[in-house]
């Protein structure tokens, strides 16, 4: 969001009485309305209070997925994702519980006035993060794959740049893990259409993320 009037179109536009603060694929838009049903664009916003790490598994999926938990002193990047908490998403998310989030856990990238505006919408509205429900590294048997980290930092890409790409990597923990790269046939269910150019820049900011 550019504008004020960018602004006033989006929130004029959403009429969901939640706010999911997306911190995974979510921020992904292809992700996000083809798997997830959600076809609003995101805000980008840091979220103040909680740590995302390479934490959650699927068990049935054989894969390890970021999770975010309650820190003092955490913080993550995300975006603000108007959504219904429908059985359809609350199932998607069965590896997490939704906690609250008030405003003042919250910055936005920004101007003043933009802000402002933002912050009266989301009084409206109630706000949660999808915590996670256990702390599991990921593993040999429970990988992390490239198709979900391309996922997630494509969506960064396309809506902050590679600024925000470098956040989402500097606000997760656990890089060091069990990572399978199947780019070529993705084995995590809700992969993005990503932008081929993508793939070099995510690799390089892998290999230097400073």
Same mark, same amino acid.
């Given at each position: 969001?550019?504008?004020?009037?960018?602004? $006033?179109?989006?929130?004029?536009?959403? #009429?969901?009485?939640?706010?999911?603060?997306?911190?995974?694929?979510?921020? !992904?838009?292809?992700?996000?309305?083809?798997? #997830?049903?959600?076809?609003?664009?995101?805000?980008?916003?840091? &979220?103040?209070?909680?740590?995302?790490?390479?934490? /959650?598994? *699927?068990?049935?999926?054989?894969? /390890?997925?970021?999770?975010?938990?309650?820190?003092? +002193?955490?913080?993550?990047?995300?975006?603000?994702?108007?959504?219904?908490? %429908?059985?359809?998403?609350?199932?998607?998310?069965?590896?997490?519980?939704?906690?609250?989030?008030?405003?003042?856990?919250? !910055?936005?990238?920004?101007? %003043?006035?933009?802000?402002?505006?933002?912050?009266?919408?989301?009084?409206?509205?109630?706000?949660?993060?999808?915590?996670?429900?256990?702390? $599991?590294?990921?593993?040999?048997?429970?990988? &992390?794959?490239? *198709?979900?980290? +391309?996922?997630?930092?494509?969506?960064?890409?396309?809506?902050?740049?590679?600024? @925000?790409?470098?956040?989402?990597?500097? #606000?997760?923990?656990?890089?060091?893990?069990?990572? &399978? !790269?199947?780019?070529?046939?993705?084995?995590?269910?809700?992969? @993005?259409? &990503? !932008?081929?150019?993508?793939? @070099?820049?995510? %690799?390089?900011?892998? %290999?230097?993320?400073?």
């Amino acid at each position: 969001m550019e504008s004020i009037a960018q602004l $006033e179109r989006w929130m004029t536009a959403i #009429s969901e009485p939640h706010i999911v603060l997306g911190y995974g694929s979510l921020m !992904n838009g292809d992700s996000r309305s083809r798997h #997830s049903g959600i076809p609003h664009d995101g805000v980008e916003v840091e &979220v103040f209070g909680f740590e995302r790490g390479w934490i /959650t598994r *699927s068990e049935p999926e054989l894969q /390890t997925y970021v999770g975010a938990y309650q820190k003092k +002193d955490g913080w993550l990047n995300a975006q603000l994702v108007p959504t219904h908490l %429908d059985p359809a998403l609350q199932k998607r998310e069965q590896d997490y519980r939704f906690t609250p989030v008030t405003i003042d856990q919250l !910055n936005f990238e920004l101007a %003043d006035d933009l802000t402002e505006r933002l912050i009266d919408w989301l009084k409206l509205r109630d706000i949660w993060i999808c915590e996670s429900l256990k702390v $599991e590294p990921s593993s040999a048997d429970y990988p &992390v794959h490239q *198709s979900y980290i +391309d996922t997630c930092l494509a969506g960064c890409l396309e809506l902050g740049g590679e600024a @925000a790409a470098r956040r989402f990597i500097a #606000s997760t923990t656990g890089w060091q893990h069990h990572r &399978v !790269n199947d780019r070529e046939a993705p084995r995590y269910p809700r992969a @993005a259409v &990503v !932008n081929p150019a993508y793939f @070099a820049v995510i %690799d390089q900011l892998l %290999d230097n993320p400073s």
